[in-house]
Nanobody, 130 residues
């Protein structure tokens, strides 16, 4: 059974830090080569956060989080992480991790996914107060 379970969200003040985790299970090797995070706040559109392609070790960060967030993955445990520093109120959202088909491992798809994009979890809430 395919499963992605996020954790680590919470409430922090602006300037604070959080570390999100996402445990992946039930996936074939190809589906965990490309993983990432996206977020969505109430009334707002889905927004990509970061992508990691472990096949080549490359990462991608959307402009809104560059320099503040770091994505990483423990390949032995299939756990995806998102280290978030210098958090801002506009970072408040439900954060979801995703495991995607390698052909969709690019920025645009995380914000406008096709029907066979991949899988994502229920999310973990991040709230940043000013």
């Amino acid at each position: 059974q395919v499963q992605l379970v996020e954790s680590g969200g919470g409430s922090v003040q602006a300037g604070g830090s959080l570390r999100l985790s996402c445990a992946a299970s039930g996936f074939g090797a190809a589906m965990v080569n490309c993983m990432g995070w996206f977020r969505q706040a109430p009334g707002k559109e889905r927004e990509g956060v970061a992508i990691i392609y472990t096949g080549g070790g490359s990462t991608y960060y959307y402009d809104s989080v560059k320099g503040r967030f770091t994505i990483s993955k423990d390949n032995t445990k299939n756990i995806l992480y998102l280290e978030m520093n210098d958090l801002k109120p506009e970072d408040s959202a439900m954060y979801h991790c995703a495991a995607v088909h390698p052909i969709y491992c690019s920025a645009g798809y995380f914000e406008d996914p096709p029907s066979d994009f991949g899988y994502w979890g229920q999310g973990t809430q991040v709230t940043v107060s000013s």
